[in-house]
Each structure stands twice: as structure tokens, then as C-alpha cells.
């Protein structure tokens, strides 16, 4: 299954209504960019938190055009407690 394909049901379920609490998805997503995807589950439910990785430091992504909420940033590599303390957050 491409990641274009995996990303659909995740689409129609936010269509549709489906409560999503949380979206952790790579920046660059083949097919429709991690932001993109992020605002369009968001968009019919604004509850919906989005938590992004990326191998590009956070500078580096916003010198190249992007814009993301730092805390909503996680650099690869990560280490299990700071995917928990980045989880954490997101929710909070």
C-alpha cells in the first residue's frame, strides 16, 4: 500500500466525523506533505492535535519556506522519552 493510499481512510474518517485526537506524521509524506495532511484532518475537527518528525532541524525547514509551531516539531532521530514528552505536550 503506497502512503498516499494509507493516508485516505485517515482522511474519510475526519470527513466523516471521526473523533482523531492526535495525527503523528513525517513533514515530507509522499504524495501530500505531513502540513497538508495536518490541515486537512484538523480542518472538520479543530480538537485534533498534529504532532510532526522531520530529519530537517526546525531552522532549516523554515529557511526553506515552512512554518510549523516549534512545539509541534520533532527532530529525528528521537529517543523514546522525548517521543513521550512530545506527545505529552501535543496533548496538553
Request: glycine share 8%; charged share 15%; proline share 9%.
Amino acid at each position: 500500500m503506497s502512503p498516499a493510499t494509507s493516508v485516505s481512510p485517515l482522511l474519510k474518517a475526519a470527513e466523516n466525523g471521526s473523533r482523531i485526537d492526535l495525527v503523528f506524521t513525517d513533514v515530507v509524506v509522499r504524495g501530500l506533505s505531513g502540513p497538508e495532511l495536518g490541515s486537512r484532518l484538523a480542518s472538520p475537527n479543530p480538537a485534533t492535535r498534529i504532532l510532526y518528525m522531520s530529519g530537517y532541524s526546525s531552522e532549516l525547514f523554515e529557511e526553506n519556506g515552512g512554518s510549523l509551531p516549534a512545539s509541534s516539531l520533532l527532530e529525528k532521530p528521537f529517543s523514546r522519552p522525548a517521543l513521550l514528552f512530545a506527545v505529552h505536550a501535543a496533548m496538553s
